[in-house]
């Protein structure tokens, strides 16, 4: 078959893999390729068991490989190939010198833009679909524009909204495609090929462009506004849990306010993810880089929150235990960062457990989909930790629960059949606001939510 267009994405993580695969589902007449440096990952692609979980992703995957989508270890004699790249690749907090712990650690995206250079032996459209700085295009041009003879590259910037657990709906019904080019005559030309892919299943309305350092810079907003409401939120919660309000009840009526909205206003441990966290902290690396130093201080409150939300919950579960956790075995529901994914990047729950051991509490971790990440991130730990899949066999023999993650399961969990199990007085802590609060009271369990007043036996008892 001949095939319309020949797109190329460096990158099959979380973002490259999924994308690629719905540009595929959607563009039959095109082929997508998508190259990872590491060749374990482009082998569980090609094969039955992914190397990501995400509702809905087997069944485009199961459409399209082998079809029009293909999964390849070959970066050089895929980047000959394509005349669209998109560059998918990691972009982490830099570790290490200037910016350490802040600043985005480009490393990969520079040595990408080189093998590009180095394997071109035409023209290209480069895009930039991971998250980064402000102005790395500018970067990525420098390197490019080292090209020889003919040979000329335009750079979009075309960052990626969508949200783990729900990319597959994402990426098929978005709220906005967002396509950033230079206000040149190629510039546009290289925005409209873009353009056109996207149009094939994405409502005119909702694709618009920018200028280049518009499209970078909105990512990085998009991110921190959301990261934001969340850190708000759970502000607040910590005032409800002083008072006699309750955060539910708040931020219903906060979010009904229509210039406000009700979207991101659950309180709970705080944000995970592989995003927020880092794309705040590029923000503010920034905001300092260019001297505007109270923007840089205020952006980075919201990860000050976050952290303090986790604090809260920790000495929450240590003061309502009688201030003493060693030996005590702890049941944790739910290790990766939100529902609906194995993934554990920057998860609240990591900093929780780590903490736990630290008091010498046995934790026992249960999640659907996150154990064998979880494995990983813990590796390192002293202590006892063991992971049990199933919630009722997880929970057996505990002093307490604590709910990390929202996965709807546990809001139909048997929690008379759990309370059964546990050793008492038994503690629940709803770390996400999942279950029916006064149901569990009822059955026995001193329940600690988040910015609500704690229902707790054990006060009734010292209170009489
Ligand atoms: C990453 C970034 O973290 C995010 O900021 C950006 O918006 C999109 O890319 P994600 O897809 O979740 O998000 O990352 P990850 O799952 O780690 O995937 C990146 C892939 O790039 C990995 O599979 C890695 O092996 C690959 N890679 C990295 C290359 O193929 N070449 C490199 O030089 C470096
Ligand atoms: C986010 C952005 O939503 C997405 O647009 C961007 O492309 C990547 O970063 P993601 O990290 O996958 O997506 O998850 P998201 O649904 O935004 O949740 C992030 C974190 O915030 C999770 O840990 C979640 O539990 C937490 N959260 C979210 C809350 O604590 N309360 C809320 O009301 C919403």
Partial sequence: MKFQKKILCIGAGYVGGPSMAMIAYKCPDYKVTVVDINDERINRWNSNELPIYEPGLDKIIKKTRGKNLFFSKDIEKQIKENDIIFVSVNTPTKTFGTGAGMAADLQYWEKTARQILENSQSSKIVIEKSTLPVKTAAAMEKILMLAKGKVKFDVLSNPEFLAEGTAVKD?????????????????????????????????????????????????????????QRVSSINSISALCEKTD?????????????SRVGSKFLNAGIGFGGSCFKKDILNLVYLCSYYGLQEVADYWESVVKINEYQQDRFINNILGSMFNTLAGKKICILGFAFKANTGDTRESPAIYITRKLLSEHAEVIISDPQALKNAAIDLEDVKGSVKYVQD??????????????????????????????????????????????????????????????????????????
């Fill in 391 to 464: 919630p009722y066999r997880a929970a057996s023999g505990c002093h307490a629960i604590a709910i990390l993650t929202d996965w709807d399961l546990y809001r139909k969990l048997d929690f008379r059949k759990i309370f059964k199990l546990m050793v008492k007085p038994a503690f629940l802590f709803d770390g996400r606001n999942v279950i029916d609060h006064k149901k569990c009271f009822n059955i026995g369990f001193n329940v600690y939510p988040i910015g609500k007043p704690a229902l707790s036996h054990l006060n009734i008892i010292q209170n009489d």
């Fill in 171 to 227: 990426l098929e019904n978005p709220d906005r495609v967002l396509i950033g080019s230079h206000e040149t005559k190629s510039g546009w030309r290289a925005r409209q090929t873009l353009v056109e892919i996207y149009a094939r299943w994405v409502p005119q309305e909702k694709i618009i462009t920018s200028n280049i350092w518009s499209a970078e810079l909105s990512k990085l907003v998009a991110n921190a506004f959301l990261a």
């Fill in 245 to 257: 309000a309750d955060i539910s009840e708040v931020a219903k009526a906060v979010g009904m306010d």
